[in-house]
């Protein structure tokens, strides 16, 4: 790669890496137009040093989704299907009782967390979310239950009778047991890919607004970012500079903040833009290095193996990525291996093999990144 180039064409970026300088948008489009990869990576896993050393983090979690009945039908997404209350079809919604079995089966296996999401079911009221996170929290009171979406969080305010305020739902949650909010939904913050891909979903606006409300009440949560569908890399770099501004604000003022960031590969098979390529391994990799480059306020920058695959998620965490996300088990939103099954799993021994064959200390830490 980029043999014939002129060497040195990120001489500038790199200085500023170096100096510990902020990126411009400028800065970011230049390094995902380069092909000087070698250089990319090297000052990504500079920063990723800095930060962490050579530890690579990973946790024991176990993913459930409760429901893939959603009232949306966003065209990047396989995973939603329609409201059948005939049960026919491939719907599904699981019972309180099936979701705390699943927990507390993870808990007994060591998990530390749980990570919990679906779609914007129909007809389920609030109350079947508090007494989700209340079952899972008397069965299970050590396991962290990180939950919903800010998508979610806005469709529970509008549930609610009389409607709630994002606040309101948020310390209902949390009196009922919710640690922490992950990242999804965010997409990319750009009203042209919005009306494009997404259009009937909430925009940035409201997505900003449940994590402002998080971390002002000092819940901690995630970010996203969906990228290699219809975003150009401009768009993605904007959507990393919102993430930033936000969590200067949020560092400057509020009781939390975000931990990560998740760069989520567009994988095309199934949803409405399956003639789209999604991205190739090389785009993976630019976008997880420079994710963590233009973020110089986050802490982490997870490559879920999930969305990434094990191997290039195991060659990340030498562009600039330290944490691999967790066990899993079963994951319903992307199938990206293993032959259309949701059975999505890598043991602890499979997680610490990847890491330390990457040349990288393996540390279990737990949903807010401290060591287990
Ligand atoms: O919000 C949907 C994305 C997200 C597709 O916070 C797709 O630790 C790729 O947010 N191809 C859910 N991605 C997953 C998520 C997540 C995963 C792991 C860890 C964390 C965290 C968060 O998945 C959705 C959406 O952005 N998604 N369809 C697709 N076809």
């Not at 250089?39 to 990723?48: E, I």
């Not at 309180?96 to 129909?122: C, D, K, N, Q, W």
């Not at 996203?224 to 500079?241: C, D, F, P, S």
Request: with cysteine.
């Amino acid at each position: 790669m980029g043999q014939n180039r002129p060497t040195g064409e990120l001489a500038d970026i790199a200085a500023k890496v170096a100096g510990g300088e902020r990126l411009s948008h400028a800065d970011g489009v230049r390094l995902m137009e380069s092909n000087d990869i070698h250089t990319l990576g090297a000052m990504a896993n500079q920063v990723r040093e800095r930060l962490h050393g050579r530890n690579a983090y990973y946790n024991v979690n176990r993913h459930i989704n409760y429901s893939n009945y959603c009232v949306l039908r966003c065209k990047f997404c396989a995973f939603y299907r329609p409201y059948d209350k005939s049960g026919g079809g491939d719907g599904y919604e699981l019972s309180l009782e099936e979701i705390t079995s699943r927990a507390t089966e993870a808990y007994e296996h060591g998990a530390t967390e749980v990570h919990i999401v679906g779609g914007l079911h129909p007809t389920l009221p609030f109350s079947f979310y508090t007494d989700m996170c209340r079952a899972i929290r008397a069965a299970c009171p050590k396991l962290h239950i990180k939950a919903f979406t800010a998508i979610e969080i806005i469709h529970f305010t509008r549930i609610s009778k009389p409607r709630v305020t994002i606040s309101e739902v948020l310390c209902a949650l949390r009196d009922a047991g919710l640690g922490s909010l992950p990242g999804g939904g965010a997409e990319i913050f750009d009203d042209r890919v919005h009306d494009e891909v997404f259009t009937n979903k909430v925009g940035e606006a409201e997505w900003f607004d449940v994590h402002r409300a998080a971390h002002e009440l000092g819940i901690f949560t995630n970010a996203t970012m969906l990228y290699g569908h219809v975003e150009t890399q401009a768009e993605r770099i904007g959507h990393l500079i919102k993430l930033r501004d936000h969590q200067d604000e949020s560092m400057a003022s509020r009781k939390a903040k975000f931990n990560c960031i998740v760069p989520l590969s567009f994988i095309p098979a199934g949803s409405a833009l399956d003639h789209l390529p999604g991205p190739n391994g090389l785009e993976d990799l630019k976008t997880l290095a420079i994710s963590r480059l233009m973020l110089d306020n986050f802490p982490h920058v997870k490559a879920f193996w999930i969305m990434q695959s094990a191997k290039l998620a195991q060659v990340s965490l030498n562009w600039g990525v330290d944490d691999i996300d967790g066990t899993v088990v079963y994951y319903d939103i992307t199938k990206r291996e293993g032959g259309g099954t949701t059975h999505q799993e890598l043991g602890v021994d499979a997680l610490k093999r990847l890491i330390r064959e990457a040349d990288c200390v393996p540390v279990e830490r737990d949903t807010l990144y401290q060591p287990v």
